[in-house]
């Protein structure tokens, strides 16, 4: 069975939008349209998932820290989980 999670997916020149996907690295790397990595995001147990193209060296702060679309995901125990209601609240205004 396929498990679907909440993330948030920030694409250039867009809000942040709530989407609902595959919870797998499949799908993660259709959404970017590259290889992924991962970084912390300033909210803990949330994870930025971004085009592996790019170098990242620390938390980013502001959207412009991140080239191209980013999803931002929950994990739990190092396993993606969906985003809580707050976290989507606050990434998103961060984000944006």
Excluded at 54 to 66: G, V, Y
Excluded at 69 to 91: A, H, M, Q, R, Y
Aim: charge should be negative; hydrophobic fraction near 40%.
């Amino acid at each position: 069975m396929l498990k679907w999670i909440t993330v948030l997916v920030v694409e250039p020149g867009k809000v942040p939008d709530v989407r609902e996907l595959p919870n797998n690295l499949k799908a993660f790397e259709l959404t970017i349209q590259s290889y992924i990595e991962t970084v912390e995001s300033i909210r803990p147990g949330c994870l930025i998932v971004y085009d592996g193209n790019q170098t990242l060296a620390q938390k980013p702060i502001k959207r412009a820290d991140i080239k191209g679309t980013f999803i931002i995901i929950g994990v739990d125990n190092s396993e993606p989980v969906s985003l809580s209601d707050v976290d989507i609240d606050i990434l998103s205004e961060v984000y944006k």
